[in-house]
């Protein structure tokens, strides 16, 4: 029953991480640097400690106690995950919801079990699965060869896109994806989906604050939300930045006041589509207390994940008008994606 409840959870998240864009999507007037940082202070600043609160209310006493050096490990993982938060908003913003969250989710999921395992390698604790000991096991084997499938779904789903971009004429792209760009979406994908992976080690570096909040009577069940005020704070600063830099260059400060726009909208659905995003994770830290696994955990709520953006793409029309070839071997290389992420959870249930 414990593991049900684990899946219903992901699911959930999952269903949360693969909409939270489609709400940007309503937004008119203002650009994309101006949308994502509004939308990510409710992330990031505005809904982690509201959730924490609500469920840990002991949480800011936890984190005040906690070491230094775990502090500033979960703060350091977060901001190269907040790397790859922001090239992940280019690489929807370029490739759409279906293609976008297939490569660089592909790339998360796979990375997320195997370079933790690198790292432990060279900085040993206690319990922890290293390289060297997944090189020698089964199931170690059975990760690396699911990132081995996983870059193979890639590259079709690349052949894919880069058909799609043949196939799309000027008036068919403004109807899926506007601003559909192949190699810039690539790109972003790429990094991102080697980055957000960082989130997963974030977790596990502030994994100290989730065992006090559960030592000291809090629901086991919420534990991760300590973790997440901190990570969270990376995220915040990295995005902050670039969003900063992006208003001065592209002079839009404007956005956040101009009356030629629908602002109480626009402000309306970037609340709504950043308090979405940060409910996957809120879910997600419910099934993994349940699961009790880290690395198979990552892998499903990265597998619902894809399962959802895809259906938001195809609901959104972003490969109207592209070939039969096209479009099943864009279906191929997301079944080839979604395999090896079964292999890599599979790989990873398996004691080393």
Known sequence: MQAILGVIFHFIGGFASGSFYVPYKKIKGWSWESYWIIGGLFSWLIVPPLAAYLTVPGFAAIIHQTDMSTIAWTYFWGVLWGIGGLTYGLGIRYLGMSLGNSVLLGLTAALGSLLPAIYYNYVPHEGKVTFSQMVHSSGGRLVLLGIVVCLAG????????????KNLSTDQKQQ????????????????SGVLSACFNYGIEAGEPMAKVAVSSGFNPLFQNNVTYVVLLWGGLTTNFIWCLILNIRNHTFTNYADKNTPLA??????????????????????GESKLGNGASSWILHMAFIILVSNMWGLALKEWKGVDRKTFTSFILGLFIILASVIIVGYGNSLKV
Request: hydrophobic share 50%; proline share 0%; charged share 15%.
């Open 265 to 286: 909208k626009n402000y309306l659905f970037a609340a709504l589509a950043g308090t979405t995003w940060y409910l996957q994770f809120f879910f997600y830290g419910m």
């Open 176 to 191: 899926g994806v506007k601003e559909f760009n192949l190699r810039k979406g690539l790109t972003f994908a790429i990094i």
């Open 154 to 165: 890639i590259a079709v789903c690349g052949y894919a896109g880069r058909q799609k971009e």
